[in-house]
């Protein structure tokens, strides 16, 4: 299976701060990248696939980059209802793998 | 609006068995490959099963071959989740998930669109 490496595993901003998290593929899945959103209590959310495409409905300040096996999400300026746990995911081969995981807390 | 509510989640003895499912709503259910992610209380998202969109393929993450079991009824717009052997670490909440794509076949890449709240499985003697 293909391991998954998120960093960091927690980071603590304020509203408004650029946050950027880094995901890291143990081998190249090309641009087969899945960005999701998790607040307590509720399912993950698909915010971006494609390792740079927005789903419908997410707002425009996160943004993805990456590709081959080094990926990002960036949050340009964070917003209350970001904070969250975000989970990276590769989508190229079965089965899907996640990362560890990262918690955006308020500061 | 597409919906995934799932059921059948109980507390259940190692060893013991026990049947998920899920209802649909909201898209054309028989278009769309199903898939089961779960999470163990307080950690993270562990990729389960997939199935087809007319059943006939199933696929298994490794930890769950022999054991579980995935289905679907497309008149019925359900899938289920037919858990067996069950062992402590298979406690976990799990989420019936949509695949993005249209496809109907398991093939990559595997986004996951929609999911539904989750039905918790607490495996304890």
């Known amino acids: 299976d293909i391991q998954m490496t998120q960093s960091p595993s927690s980071v603590s901003a304020s509203v408004g701060d650029r946050v950027t998290i880094t995901c890291r593929a143990s081998q190249d899945i090309s641009n087969r990248l899945a960005w999701y959103q998790q607040k307590p209590g509720k399912a993950p959310k698909l915010q971006i696939y494609?390792?740079?495409s927005l789903q419908s409905g997410v707002p425009s300040r996160f943004s993805g980059s990456g590709s081959g096996t080094d990926f990002t999400l960036t949050i340009s300026s964070l917003q209350p209802e970001d904070f969250a746990t975000y989970y990276c995911?590769?989508?190229?081969?079965?089965?899907?793998?996640f990362g560890g995981g990262t918690e955006v807390e308020i500061k | 609006e597409v919906q995934l509510l799932e059921s059948g989640g109980a507390l259940v003895q190692p060893g013991g068995s026990l049947r998920l499912s899920c209802s649909a709503s909201g898209f054309t259910f028989s278009s769309y490959v199903i898939h089961w992610v779960r999470q163990a209380p307080g950690k993270g998202l562990e990729y389960v099963s997939a199935?087809?969109?007319?059943?006939?393929?199933?696929y298994y993450a490794d930890s769950m071959k022999g054991r579980f079991t995935i289905s679907r009824d497309n008149s019925k717009n359900t899938l289920h989740l037919q858990m067996g052997s069950l062992r402590a670490d298979d406690t976990a909440l799990y989420y019936c998930?949509?695949?993005?794509?249209?496809?109907?076949?398991?093939?990559?890449?595997?986004?996951?669109?929609?999911w539904g709240q989750g039905t918790l499985v607490t495996v304890s003697s």
């Open positions: 995911q590769q989508a190229d081969s079965f089965p899907a793998t």
């Open positions: 199935i087809s969109s007319n059943g006939d393929s199933t």
């Open positions: 494609a390792a740079s």
């Open positions: 998930v949509k695949d993005s794509t249209i496809f109907g076949v398991v093939t990559p890449p595997y986004y996951f669109d929609y």
